[in-house]
């Protein structure tokens, strides 16, 4: 773990970096040469926002070295100004959270984006929505830590036991006019 750590830290750190590696496993076919041989991983939730219902809330707990996705499809958004508002709530930085959004274009091409987070987890991120050029916006959230009570006799690192299991996420996501 220390060697992976230390060599993603020029390429933005574990974190960013796990974040990243589990939203290109929602559509490998996409994201790896060899990716139309494997499925792709699914999303815990796909919420549908429309005129009438523009916001959705998931809640989840992640393990350590794990992520989830949630997917924001627009259904009948065809104003070029609709935006989505994404809002997650995720643990402390010391905790290693991290956010990856992809957006699924219309046209098949995929847009990779981050949600920065401050030191307490948060962090809000807005991207476009209309149903005319969005086919869903996937948020990845991942738990990323690598904090392990170590020679506890496991199979895990250092032998240990991860110190951030059931980390509480909960991603907002709105859509609006402008």
Known sequence: IQALKKVLKKEGGLPSRYAA???ANTAPAK???EGSAFPGVSPIKVAKLR????????????N??????????????????????????APRAATSPAVALTIKRSNGKLLRRT??????????????????????????LANASTRY?????TG???????????????????????
Do not use: M
């Open 64 to 89: 350590h070295l794990a992520a989830k996705t949630v997917d924001f499809k627009p259904k009948k958004l065809t104003s070029k100004k609709w935006k989505l508002r994404i809002t997650v709530d």
């Open 156 to 178: 895990f690192a250092c032998e240990g036991r991860p110190l951030d299991q059931g980390q509480r996420f909960t991603v907002d996501a709105k859509a609006r006019r402008g």
């Open 149 to 153: 009570n170590c020679n506890s006799r």
């Open 51 to 62: 005129s009438k219902k523009r916001s959705a809330s998931v809640t989840t707990k992640i």
């Open 31 to 33: 994201s790896y040469d």
């Open 115 to 140: 949600v920065p987070l401050d030191k307490s987890g948060s962090g809000t991120k807005k991207v476009a929505f209309s149903s005319r050029k969005v086919r869903s916006v996937s948020v990845t």
């Open 21 to 23: 590696f589990a939203a």
